[in-house]
């Protein structure tokens, strides 16, 4: 037993905070290496998550019309999974969901979507995974979630997929 259990502290990691702008680096690099597949996968080394900048996250961060909820997920002071959402007009539209490689099948994933789905009461989410990441569609039907589009973007066919409100 550890000294924290002892004295009645017991911490559950990895955590789940709101991310800040001194956590967009990190946060943008763990992107880069968690979507190095996906763009492998599909012969395309300038999908949208591998070209992001800074200065993008930065102010759809801090855009006023349409806030974007970021959360991090830390393990002994290292970004190790991250997701964002933001609601319009009574959707959630949730995007980016990466977890480190050596965090994966940990329900890391799961952790972190039930978070982001936490923060809000809409009518419905949506988000989009590749056509042909049959993990990333296994996951997300799992949660929940039904295809019910495909569109192509950078090259790319893409996966729509929605779920009901949570919370009812």
């Known amino acids: 037993m550890s000294a924290n259990a002892k004295a009645g502290f017991e ?3 990895p955590a789940i905070e709101f991310a ?3 956590d967009i680096d990190e946060i943008l690099m763990l992107q ?7 763009a492998d996968r599909v012969g395309n080394p ?3 998550p591998m070209t992001e900048t800074k200065e993008a996250l930065l102010g759809d961060l801090w855009s006023a019309a349409d806030p974007l909820f970021l959360l991090k997920l830390v393990e002994n002071r290292r ?3 991250s997701v964002r959402a933001r609601e319009k007009e ?3 539209y949730i ?3 990466i977890v480190h490689p050596e965090y994966r099948n940990r329900g890391c994933g799961k952790k972190l979507m039930t978070a982001i789905e936490s ?3 809409p009518v419905r989410f949506e988000l989009f995974t590749g056509e042909h990441n049959t993990e990333n569609l296994r996951f997300y039907r799992n949660l929940g979630y039904r295809s019910y589009d495909v569109f192509e973007s950078d090259g790319v066919r893409l996966v729509r997929m929605e779920k009901g409100n949570v919370s009812s």
């Open 11 to 13: 911490y559950i990691f």
């Open 20 to 22: 800040g702008p001194e």
């Open 32 to 38: 880069k290496l968690c979507f190095q597949e996906e």
């Open 46 to 48: 300038n999908i949208a």
């Open 79 to 81: 970004i190790v999974g």
């Open 90 to 92: 009574g959707t959630v």
């Open 95 to 97: 995007g980016r969901l």
């Open 119 to 121: 923060c809000f009461h």
